[in-house]
């Protein structure tokens, strides 16, 4: 089987790929990047279509099995460190394609589910997206605007310098049981309700911090959950080991306390939910936890879950978000989406292939979550490290996408009058 790449402006994507493609032939989109592949025997028809559009493509000249093309979803650059002699077909950041044979795929999929997934290439499907921010632009609310307005560099950045003080996060330590003390401390000095959820990982306890805000609509509300994990990991040093965790996930957690403060005294139709889970680089546990405690009928009122990991490293030219959910979650990310385009400058990127975040069990158990992470994070190597500091923090990105954050929160939750 034969591959190519080809480059295309998003105007011209959706009817120059149908144009090149036949049967026999199967393609796939990241970005603003298509591959096409398929027989020998078909390739001829690839290249006159090509030529007839004027596409430049670029043909790889790896032959592999359909069968053994797969997506990896990696955190940082994760997989590619612990599997350097995978062969990588494409590189296009926080997702490659690569060829691996199904029995490989399994057992690298099971063996760090929290670092990276692995899952087939689907066929003939958009495996993320580059939003038009002119076509998902809207008018500016003046309501919507003074909040976006509230959220500032100065408390953002002391926030996250104090998380990022702890020797370490990890989540059954007594760092992280302090560190998430202070957070609720925090919480609660900006009147918001809050209480514990005792989460085991692995045999030892953690928690997670939860904190509430009622609504004021009459009659039924329902509510907004914004998400992070405060807890952070050294996976080559161990549980005592420097795990500072500036950007994975300080910057979240960091921002969690921004929003909440930026809707402090906002008086909003629907409820508002911060939670900073536990336990999330060990599997996950603190959402998996959380997710298991809810009702059929508090599962329903969930509007939509807004999830933070790694916000805060700049590593493209531009300001950049990932927008990473599912098909369910699509309205969810079309309104991120919007708001980003609308009141910040970030580019969009997005993608229906959730991995290894607390906007997972979310999306396991039918509820809209999306996650927003800064674009690019595979050039990201220091997460999960010692390296993992203060001083790699770009605040103007993790600004735009706290703003992209609050804007769209703002119009779930809506005013009370």
């Not at 993320?128 to 632009?137: H, P, W």
């Amino acid at each position: 089987m034969r591959l190519a790449t080809y480059a295309m402006p998003p105007s011209a994507r959706a009817e120059q790929l149908r144009s090149a493609v036949s049967p026999g032939l199967f393609w796939a989109q990241f970005g603003d990047t298509i591959l096409l592949y398929g027989d020998e025997t078909r390739w001829e028809e690839v290249s006159e279509n090509a030529r007839r559009d004027s596409l430049a493509g670029r043909e790889h000249p790896t032959s592999v099995n359909k069968e053994h093309l797969h997506l990896v979803v990696q955190n940082g650059r994760l997989f590619q460190q612990e599997h350097p002699h995978v062969p990588v077909i494409l590189d296009r950041g926080r997702i490659l394609l690569v060829d691996l044979d199904a029995d490989q795929a399994r057992q690298l999929a099971e063996k760090s589910p929290t670092c990276y997934g692995v899952l087939p290439l689907p066929e003939n499907q958009v495996v993320f997206d580059v939003r038009d921010s002119a076509l998902a632009r809207t008018a500016r609310v003046n309501g919507i605007e003074n909040l976006v307005s509230k959220v500032a560099r100065a408390s953002l950045e002391a926030n996250l310098t104090h998380l990022a003080a702890f020797p370490t996060r990890y989540s059954t330590s007594t760092h992280y049981a302090n560190a998430a003390t202070w957070a609720q401390n925090q919480l609660q000095a900006l009147h918001y309700t809050t209480r514990w959820q005792t989460v085991m990982v692995n045999g030892s306890r953690s928690r997670n911090v939860i904190a509430d805000k009622k609504g004021n609509a009459a009659g039924r509300h329902e509510v907004v959950l914004i998400t992070a994990h405060l807890d952070s990991i050294n996976l080559q040093g161990g549980p005592t080991a420097p795990a500072p965790g500036a950007d994975d996930n300080g910057s979240g957690s960091a921002g969690l306390l921004e929003i909440a403060r930026a809707f402090a005294e906002h008086r909003s139709e629907h409820d508002l939910r911060f939670i900073l889970f536990g336990g999330e680089e060990e599997g996950l546990f603190g959402s998996q936890r959380y997710v298991a405690s809810l009702s059929a009928s508090e599962k329903r009122r969930i509007r939509a879950v807004v999830n933070m990991d790694m916000i805060g490293t700049l590593n493209t030219s531009t300001r950049s978000v990932l927008l990473e959910g599912a098909p369910l979650s699509q309205q969810v990310m079309d309104g991120l989406a919007a708001a980003a385009a609308t009141y910040t400058q970030l580019t969009v990127e997005t993608s229906l292939n959730p991995f290894a975040s607390d906007h997972v069990p979310f999306i396991n158990a039918g509820i809209q979550a999306v996650l927003t992470i800064e674009g690019a994070d595979n050039t990201n190597s220091n997460i999960h490290s010692s390296r993992d500091t203060i001083d790699h923090i770009n605040y103007d990105l993790a600004l735009d996408i706290l703003r992209m954050n609050v804007a769209y929160i703002a119009s779930e939750v809506g005013h009370a009058s």
